[in-house]
């Protein structure tokens, strides 16, 4: 059960464009399109942002997007705001039926 | 309003037990599956546990299994994590997180605000 690999931070200015890399293995991102995506405030209760792999939830921004390739997930956020600014989490359900996390991606907004 | 409000952390001891408590409102509590997930001071989230809708179905990250046990009462809109043989390293928030279906392969679409464990003597 290793963690999904993503950087540690990424930044950008505001109205710039970034993407966030999730390298998982084929029995995890690999395997399913059960790839998900988390918007973490300190202090709030973490936010989806992405299901089955590109998919926006009502009310979230169409900044927000995402693809999957072979065994790496990607979020992509354009027209970058201040208020963009938050950690940013991966997750997948695995062949092992759990569900793993990435290490998590501190996106700043310079 | 869909909620889940976490309860039941604490400080506990090295070794120590702690049963933390979940309750839902505002939705059909057995129609989806439930994690706890948690982060520790400094690091990401981590996937803790899981349920599915009925109960019948359960996972557990290698760092907690035989340590920890989940469970639900759906008559109580209540999710449950017994935790024993408590260490250092298990403190942390712990989040409860509804998915979006019955089965935990769902994304999680609901989180409660998170309650606090200490492990420490």
């Known amino acids: 059960q290793s963690a999904l690999t993503q950087p540690a931070s990424v930044s950008g200015s505001p109205g710039q464009s970034i993407t966030i890399s999730c390298t998982g293995t084929?029995?995890?991102?690999?395997?399913?399109?059960?790839v998900s995506w988390y918007q973490h405030l300190p202090g709030k209760a973490p936010k989806l942002m992405i299901y089955?792999?590109?998919n926006r939830p009502s009310g979230v921004s169409n900044r927000f997007s995402a693809s999957k390739s072979g065994n790496t997930a990607s979020l992509s956020i354009s027209g970058l705001q201040v208020e963009d600014e938050a950690d940013y989490y991966c997750?997948?359900?695995?062949?092992?039926?759990?569900?793993?996390f990435g290490g998590g991606t501190k996106l700043t907004v310079l | 309003e869909v909620q889940l409000l976490e309860s039941g952390g604490g400080l506990v001891q090295p070794g120590g037990s702690l049963r933390l408590s979940c309750a839902g409102s505002?939705?059909?509590?057995?129609?989806?599956?439930l994690t706890w997930a948690r982060q520790a001071p400094g690091k990401g989230l981590e996937g803790v546990s899981g349920?599915?809708?009925?109960?019948?179905?359960?996972y557990y990250a290698d760092s907690v299994k035989g340590r920890v046990t989940i469970s639900r009462d759906n008559s109580k809109n209540t999710l449950y994590l017994q935790m024993s043989s408590l260490r250092a390293e298990d403190t942390a928030v712990y989040y409860c997180?509804?998915?979006?279906?019955?089965?935990?392969?769902?994304?999680?679409?609901?989180w409660g605000q998170g309650t606090t464990v200490t492990v420490s003597s």
């Open positions: 505002g939705f059909i509590f057995t129609n989806y599956a």
């Open positions: 997180a509804r998915h979006t279906g019955y089965y935990y392969y769902y994304a999680m679409d609901v």
């Open positions: 089955e792999v590109s």
């Open positions: 997750s997948s359900y695995t062949t092992t039926s759990t569900v793993v």
């Open positions: 084929s029995n995890d991102i690999g395997a399913y399109n059960h």
């Open positions: 349920i599915g809708g009925t109960g019948d179905s359960t």
